[in-house]
């Protein structure tokens, strides 16, 4: 069964601080990473999604993917109290494939 | 934003009632998706379609759960018979094409007493 592995669990950083979160997979067959970002009470919203290797940055955050490790991570840059939220990973395997999430990373922006 | 509408926003029910919850998704969605969102924040993928038809499921091996997508109709997610365990988050996600963003709804937040 595909499992989705984030760390770490929480994370606490200062405003305008770097915060950066870790995904992988223990799929093979994995072939889409996708990041949502969900605030208190809210729905999931898509940040960023990647499927090839390297790097993709889009304003404040970047995103990288090893593909070879199934190997994600998300980098948010000048951290605004704003982002304070659950992260979430989630893998695709796929043509129109369910998502498999992971438990996520809660950040916390401090003023 | 996402306009995928979900209804109703809360329920309430009983062990051993019926709960049926409502999706409409983006217009141009072809695709629907349901999970669930328990108080650990976990997901459980349910199901999809592609329009009315199914494309995945779960192993539903108690059949509680069935769902719908019909023409011209909301599509619907039903538990037959609640159990308290059922306590959580439904989300209901539509996307555009394959390898699409899914845009998920505010969800319905289900309650079994």
């Known amino acids: 069964q595909q499992k989705v592995q984030q760390s770490p669990e929480s994370l606490i950083v200062p405003e305008g601080g770097m915060a950066s979160l870790n995904c992988t997979s223990s799929d093979r067959n994995v072939d889409y990473f996708w990041w949502y970002r969900q605030h208190s009470g809210k729905s999931p919203k898509m940040l960023m999604?990647?499927?090839?290797?390297g790097e993709k940055e889009e304003g404040r955050f970047t995103v990288h993917l090893n593909k070879a490790s199934l190997h994600t991570s998300l980098h948010i840059r000048d951290s605004q109290p704003s982002d304070s939220a659950l992260y979430l990973c989630a893998a695709s395997a796929g043509s129109f494939n369910k998502l498999t999430f992971g438990a996520g990373t809660r950040l916390a922006v401090c003023p | 934003n996402s306009k995928v509408i979900q209804t109703p926003r809360y329920l309430v029910k009983g062990q051993g009632q019926k709960a049926k919850m409502r999706c409409i998704p983006e217009?141009?969605?072809?695709?629907v998706f349901w999970y669930q969102q328990n108080k650990n924040n976990e997901f459980k993928f349910l199901i999809n379609f592609q329009n009315q038809e199914v494309l995945q499921q779960i192993d539903m091996t108690e059949k509680r759960f069935s769902a719908e997508c019909p023409s011209n109709s909301p599509c619907s997610l039903e538990i037959q018979s609640s159990e308290a365990g059922d306590s959580a988050l439904y989300l209901c996600?539509?996307?555009?094409?394959?390898?699409?963003?899914?845009?998920f709804g505010p969800g319905t937040r289900l309650t079994v007493l």
């Open positions: 999604s990647i499927f090839s290797n």
């Open positions: 217009k141009g969605h072809p695709v």
């Open positions: 996600a539509s996307s555009r094409t394959d390898y699409a963003e899914q845009f």
